[in-house]
């Protein structure tokens, strides 16, 4: 439970709002490398921390992610021309290059110097793991682009979906640090089996518990937190524990434990105070990995088939997720398909900012306790003057505890123990 102080703190990210003034701190995800495949490709809206952008790919291949409103008389460049290294505004034609310079403007005489004096809001970009980033932050606190976790080198494989859920992004980062509701929400998709550890089939991740009610244990890191959600194991469980770690790393990443084939990674990017991007990827160093349309198929994620042109539902609120009683009846416990579908249903059945002010937690809820613990104390830090949590801190160190799932004996200390 939080205060009504509080939870505004955590949600909201508009404008002045501290948590969002903190997220700038940090290289965001933007949009996914594919939605400007290629150069001068059509130019894609963006809304990020409650700000609307619009990103394209200039000639010679640079990310470019500008205000979206021409800074003439403010016109969406998003209807704009993508040609010859740069973003022509259609009204004017004033026209302006990844870095925001405006480099052409017919509507003035030459002489008149304007055309060098415009430099439009822009925003630096990075390219890794398959996502376009951008940092959104005071230019001297520009922190140095590290890898994505799930992208360590070049060579990784890297399946990843996006898709924006209508709630605010705590919503979306608590759902993927909740371990419990797996063994409900998921448990279609996640059924219990007597397999080793989480093992992906193709279209189900078994898993050797049958126990719903997770034992939780956190630590504090100096990029978040860890926990561990701990099960009796349906084979040996007088003397072994089915153990689940999962990582969170400032603001928004989550490091789910691994199955059997690929690691799993969520980011949960506010898109404003009410709608966040849920980006998910499966991925791995060898490769064994998982290509992009079996991770697209098998989490129900299809662009085109189960998401729209701006990577919105077609399984929405308007026909309640298209959940399928009958299928109920029949043993599905959900009757909604995908497990990402399944989580945004519940996230976005809780408004669009939950209210935290009248919540009953239980001792499964530790995870979430702490993340809200752990981001609220970040920013009230942020903003005496302090650094953000993680923002310098090398993405090998992360990796160095990773998140792992394992059946162990009940001895194991899982805070020291590394798989
Ligand atoms: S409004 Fe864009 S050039 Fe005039
Ligand atoms: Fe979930």
Not at 171 to 184: F, M, N, P, R, V
Not at 204 to 224: C, I, Q, V
Request: aromatic residues 10%; proline residues 6%; charged residues 25%.
């Amino acid at each position: 439970m939080l205060t009504r102080e509080e939870n505004e703190l955590l949600c909201r990210v508009e404008g002045d709002a501290p948590m969002g003034q903190m997220m700038r701190r940090y290289w965001l995800p933007a949009c996914l490398a594919e939605e400007i495949a290629a150069p001068d490709c059509d130019p894609v809206r963006v809304r990020l921390l409650g700000e609307n952008l619009v990103a394209f790919r200039d000639s010679e291949g640079r990310a470019g992610l500008m205000a979206e409103q021409c800074p003439h008389r403010k016109a969406s460049l998003f209807y704009g021309r993508n040609e010859e290294g740069g973003l022509r505004c259609l009204y004017h034609g004033w026209k302006f290059a990844v870095d925001g310079q405006c480099v052409d403007m017919s509507s003035e005489p030459p002489e008149s110097g304007l055309c060098a004096k415009v430099k439009h809001k822009a925003y630096p970009t990075r390219e890794a793991g398959g996502v376009v980033w951008a940092y959104m932050g005071p230019a001297a606190e520009t922190p140095e682009f590290e890898r994505p976790i799930f992208a360590p080198s070049e060579n990784t494989r890297v399946a990843i979906f996006k898709i924006v859920s209508q709630c605010n992004w705590a919503q979306g980062l608590e759902g993927g640090i909740d371990s419990a509701h797996s063994s409900s929400l998921h448990s279609t998709d996640m059924p219990a089996a007597r397999v080793p550890g989480s093992t992906a089939t193709g279209t189900a991740w078994a898993r050797p518990t049958t126990d719903k009610s997770p034992r939780l244990e956190a630590e504090e890191t100096n990029y978040g937190f860890r926990y561990a959600a701990i099960r009796r194991p349906i084979q040996n469980s007088a003397t072994h524990d089915y153990l689940r770690v999962t990582t969170f790393v400032a603001p928004f990443h989550i490091m789910i434990p691994p199955n059997n084939v690929y690691n799993v990674y969520q980011m949960s990017v506010p898109i404003d105070d009410d709608a966040n991007v849920i980006y998910l990827c499966a991925w791995s160093d060898t490769t064994a990995g998982v290509d992009v349309e079996a991770w697209r198929k098998f989490t129900g994620t299809q662009f085109g088939v189960d998401l729209d042109k701006t990577y919105r539902k077609l399984n929405n609120r308007e026909n309640d997720f298209g959940q399928d009683r009958k299928a109920m009846r029949l043993g599905d416990f959900t009757g909604i398909r995908g497990f990402p579908n399944q989580d945004i249903a519940m996230q976005e059945s809780m408004g669009a900012v939950a209210d935290r002010t009248s919540e009953r937690l239980g001792a499964s809820d530790l995870a979430i306790v702490q993340f809200r613990r752990t981001m609220l104390q970040a920013v009230r830090d942020f903003q005496a003057g302090k650094k953000p949590p993680g923002v310098g801190i090398r993405a090998a160190d992360y990796k160095s505890y990773g998140s792992w799932e394992r059946v162990v004996p009940k001895s194991t200390d899982w805070r020291a123990f590394k798989p």
